[in-house]
T-cell receptor
Framework: GAVVSQHPSWVICKSGTSVKIECRSL??????MFWYRQFPKQSLMLMAT?????????EQGVEKDKFLINHASLTLSTLTVTSAHPEDSSFYIC?????????????FGDGTRLSIL | DAKTTQPNSMESNEEEPVHLPCNHS???????IHWYRQLPSQGPEYVIH???SNVNNRMASLAIAEDRKSSTLILHRATLRDAAVYYC???????????????FGKGTKLSVKP
């Protein structure tokens, strides 16, 4: 089955640091990738959608200058949390979809737990 | 995307069937019904999806009402590993110009008792 690998699994860093999270589709080409954020005991919130080679589309309320998304290839997307602060601590999950059929299932990574001290 | 309504939580006994309901009274003709589940501290996992007809796969079955305003995810024999939050999500086919994004609601937390 389709596998999405996310790295790192967890990261702890000081306030003001920038953190990069990688999301890779291992056995398929991901034309579209998604980034979600999940706070404890809450559901996933879509942050942004990116198509390979295009600028990401951000959901309302998500700061594009704070959460930089790059989708430079069909197998890799990165999310960089710039100048992270404690309120950015969360579980970040990426997802990828293959093909042009929008009804294709989305495949999710196992998430990155980000803790900002 | 049209909204779905699910019970907050359900309990099941191990090795018994589980029926997880989902109401989606405002579903449109182009909305597919998707089910995902999320185990603790993991990303969501695809379970099943359908449009009008009932669907079966190795994980579960999806029963869709004739008017499509509700659906039921059926786990035929629950195991302890099926304890998770189950999300019922409507996603359109995208031909109207949308990206067909998955928008998650609160889902149903399924507990399985040994």
């Amino acid at each position: 089955g389709a596998v999405v690998s996310q790295h790192p699994s967890w990261v702890i860093c000081k306030s003001g640091t920038s953190v990069k999270i990688e999301c890779r589709s291992l056995d398929f080409q991901a034309t579209t990738m998604f980034w979600y954020r999940q706070f404890p005991k809450q559901s996933l919130m879509l942050m942004a959608t990116s198509n390979e080679g295009s600028k990401a589309t951000y959901e309302q309320g998500v700061e594009k200058d704070k959460f930089l998304i790059n989708h430079a290839s069909l197998t890799l997307s990165t999310l960089t949390v710039t100048s992270a602060h404690p309120e950015d601590s969360s579980f970040y999950i990426c997802s990828a979809r293959s093909g042009t059929g929008l009804n294709q299932p989305q495949h999710f990574g196992d998430g990155t737990r980000l803790s900002i001290l | 995307d049209a909204k779905t309504t699910q019970p907050n939580s359900m309990e099941s006994n191990e090795e018994e069937p589980v029926h997880l309901p989902c109401n989606h009274s405002t579903i449109s003709g182009t909305d597919y019904i998707h089910w995902y589940r999320q185990l603790p501290s993991q990303g969501p996992e695809y379970v099943i999806h359908g449009l009008t007809s009932n669907v079966n796969n190795r994980m579960a079955s999806l029963a869709i009402a004739e008017d499509r305003k509700s659906s039921t995810l059926i786990l035929h024999r629950a195991t302890l590993r099926d304890a998770a939050v189950y999300y019922c999500i409507l996603r359109d086919d995208g031909y109207g110009g949308s990206q067909g994004n998955l928008i998650f609601g609160k889902g149903t937390k399924l507990s399985v008792k040994p």
